[in-house]
Nanobody
Framework: QVQLVESGGGLVQAGGSLRLSCAASGRTFSNYAMGWFRQAPGKEREFVAAINWTGDSTDYGDSVKGRFSISRDNAKNTVYLQMNSLKPEDTAVYYC????????????????WGQGTQVTVSS
């Protein structure tokens, strides 16, 4: 198991930026693919972005492509989500997740989850 703790959420105006961080501990971080998901009230959990264990392959949900960027620093056991040009519809609780090696768009394939961090975008 790997333990995950997200940080960096908050309130931002539309058009602004935030950077989320997810710090990992426990198992060897570099052996894990990492994903970001989000869930707004009354909605299903949505895929946002993912990065494989080496960091050379990334994937993005259609709603964030071109605005968000995922990256990782294996020396710091941390994955980041840079969010630019934020919109009110980006408001949600953002979760990071981990699974061995290969990333996925499907939340059921991840067995390690953080507690989430709230992002609120005002219009």
């Amino acid at each position: 198991q790997v333990q995950l703790v997200e940080s960096g959420g908050g309130l931002v105006q539309a058009g602004g930026s935030l950077r989320l961080s997810c710090a990992a501990s426990g198992r060897t971080f570099s052996n894990y693919a990492m994903g970001w998901f989000r869930q707004a009230p009354g909605k299903e959990r949505e895929f946002v972005a993912a990065i494989n264990w080496t960091g050379d392959s990334t994937d993005y949900g259609d709603s964030v492509k071109g605005r968000f960027s995922i990256s990782r620093d294996n020396a710091k056991n941390t994955v980041y989500l840079q969010m630019n040009s934020l919109k009110p519809e980006d408001t949600a609780v953002y979760y990071c997740a981990a699974r061995p090696y290969i990333s996925s768009r499907y939340n059921y394939r991840y067995n390690n989850w953080g507690q989430g961090t709230q992002v609120t975008v005002s219009s």
